[in-house]
């Protein structure tokens, strides 16, 4: 009886922190979604599609190569300092080398690059520029890492909103006042700064310091070992996320991306629920995938299905209200976006179901496999791209956005036999 009492003390203990740390993310991602979407809102009305279609490119092109600064490594560093905390200090000091040499060489190719595909457009070339700076500070999300493992994301979480909203302020302000587009993006990279400042601050409080005497070689390329296939995914998850507002922009021109663009911000708004949900429930799936792997399939099960439904009930809800949505948030300028977003929000389901089997990737060792998914996904929404922009313009960039997404994160898995498992498991949370 006692026995019992404990294990169903400790599971409750568990539930609660888990409970208590989900919690915090969801606050954390929904007070930034609104922030970032009042902004968005403002470029939108003040701009115009056309100023609103220049900024958003540069934010695509930029966030093509910030695959190099992320390295990937979330999973991986979160499954580590679970399984093993005492080398946690090397761990996170390691990780976050890889992240800032990865972030100095996005900005040198994402600067570089748009140079040579844009040399006369140097609007576009500070733009790039300054949004890709921001990729460096961002290499302290590692430090995060350890509070989320720990199941305790409040402190993180905190100080996010707090600098969120103190920058959101002068954003508003710069975008009121029409300032050129080159003043919002500093603030951007300010913010990142001051956010950056702020975390390695908070780890020395929490006593999590580590010094750059706990980098280790040794680490550094283990990390990298296991950690290729995800840059190489990562890249081609971008591109097919991103590359239909660039090929829009070099195929039409910057207005037709401002009208897909705010199309694209709507539907894609949401997708902070599935990516907190997985983050706040890999220590969990980390841990089971050690212990039983009926429970560890089960719980798999779970989460799948709760992304089908979540997902399903987001798009029929945003295509029966999508004239509503673009009309209230953007304004009649924008009325073309509301077939864009018809289609483009069903791409979610395939987002979903993408997001949720992340873990079982990393904790099966299946990484590559990743990579076979991403490169289908890119081949198939740059083809997409090329057949249907010229016939169909922004409608037809949709499409080849939703049929990417289906064929990278759940019709590629059924070709190997490896992920063929996870493949039947996706088809499966449909129907039970």
């Known amino acids: 009886m006692i026995e019992f009492l404990k294990r169903k003390f400790q599971i409750n ?19 930034l979604m609104i922030v970032g979407l009042v902004v968005t809102l403002l470029v939108a009305r003040y701009y115009g599609p056309t100023g609103f279609g220049v900024f958003s490119y540069a934010q695509s092109y930029t966030i093509i190569f910030s695959a190099f600064a992320a390295a990937g490594l979330q999973g991986i560093v979160i499954r580590d300092l679970i399984h093993k905390p005492e080398s946690s ?13 990865g972030g100095v060489c996005a900005v040198i190719l994402a600067s570089a690059s748009i140079y040579i595909v844009r040399p006369d457009d140097i609007t576009t070339f500070h733009l790039v520029l300054v949004l890709s700076l921001m990729l460096i500070p961002q290499a302290t ?29 002068i954003k508003v ?4 006042t029409e300032l050129p587009l080159f003043y919002l993006a500093c603030s951007f990279l300010v913010e990142h700064i001051s956010a950056s400042a702020a975390i390695i601050l908070l780890s020395r409080h929490h006593k999590k310091a580590f010094g750059w005497c706990d980098i280790s070689s040794t680490e550094i390329i283990r990390l990298l070992k296991e950690v290729w296939p995800l840059i190489i995914s990562g890249i081609s998850v971008l591109i097919y996320m991103r590359i239909d507002q660039i090929m829009l922009g070099e195929m039409l021109n910057s207005r037709e ?3 897909y663009s705010a199309a694209s911000k709507i539907s894609e708004i949401w997708y902070f629920i599935p990516t907190t949900i997985i983050l706040s429930v890999t220590p969990i799936l980390s841990s089971s995938y050690k212990e039983c792997s009926i429970k560890y399939e089960n719980q798999t099960l779970r989460v799948l299905r709760t992304m089908v439904w979540l997902s399903v009930s987001v798009a029929i809800f945003t295509s029966f209200f999508s004239f509503n949505l673009i009309n209230i948030i953007y304004g009649p300028e924008y009325t073309a976006s509301v077939n864009v977003l018809t289609v483009q929000v069903w791409a979610g389901i395939f987002v979903c179901l993408g997001v949720a089997t992340g873990p079982w990737f990393v904790n099966a060792g299946l990484l590559r496999y990743s990579m076979y998914q991403t490169f289908a996904g890119a081949a198939i ?12 313009g922004v409608v037809g960039a ?9 064929v990278s994160a759940v019709l590629v898995n059924a070709i190997f036999k490896k992920t ?8 499966k949370a449909f129907f039970k």
């Open 13 to 31: 203990n568990v539930a609660k922190k888990f409970a208590g740390n989900t919690g915090w993310l969801l606050i954390d991602k929904i007070l």
């Open 89 to 101: 200090r090397t761990t996170i000091a390691s990780a976050l080398a890889i992240r800032i040499s």
């Open 141 to 169: 999300e590692v430090i995060h890492y350890r509070y989320f493992a720990d199941l305790n994301s409040k402190p993180v979480v905190t100080l996010k909103i707090i600098n969120a909203i103190l920058f959101s302020f």
């Open 173 to 176: 302000y710069l975008i009121i």
């Open 257 to 259: 991306v401002g009208i």
């Open 381 to 392: 929404n740059v083809a997409g791209n090329f057949l249907l922009i010229p016939h169909y």
């Open 398 to 406: 949709a499409i080849a956005t939703v049929a990417s997404y289906a």
């Open 420 to 427: 063929r498992k996870i493949f039947f498991m996706q088809i």
